[in-house]
Nanobody, 117 residues
Framework: QTQLVESGGGLVQPGGSLRLSCAASGFSLGYYDISWLRQAPGKERERVSCISSSGGSTFYADSVKGRFAVSRDGAKNTVNLQMNTLKPEDTAVYYC??????????WGQGTQVTVSS
């Protein structure tokens, strides 16, 4: 069974941290570029971070630069998004997307992140 599953979301106070994980089954994430995207209520989906298949290239949206860090764990077949110094405006459903060179793409179901006091 081929699937992508996000985990690690939850409720956190402003200034807090969360680590999201994107785990794959049925295929190896090592052959895919991975993107983390988020969608807040009433807003368009926004790409917040990407990591290349090799792990050698990363991207961060200006809104999260310096606070979020994306990384690969090849042994666990996961990609993680460490989110620090969280702000209320980071509240959203976070999705991971895996896409390879032939545009084969997988999506996870999303995980809710709520930043509130």
């Amino acid at each position: 069974q081929t699937q992508l599953v996000e985990s690690g979301g939850g409720l956190v106070q402003p200034g807090g941290s969360l680590r999201l994980s994107c785990a794959a089954s049925g295929f190896s994430l090592g052959y895919y570029d991975i993107s983390w995207l988020r969608q807040a209520p009433g807003k368009e989906r926004e790409r917040v971070s990407c990591i290349s298949s090799s792990g050698g290239s990363t991207f961060y949206a200006d809104s999260v630069k310096g606070r979020f860090a994306v990384s690969r764990d090849g042994a666990k077949n996961t990609v993680n998004l460490q989110m620090n110094t969280l702000k209320p405006e980071d509240t959203a459903v976070y999705y991971c997307n895996a896409e390879n060179w032939s545009r084969l793409s997988y999506w996870g179901q999303g995980t809710q992140v709520t930043v509130s006091s």
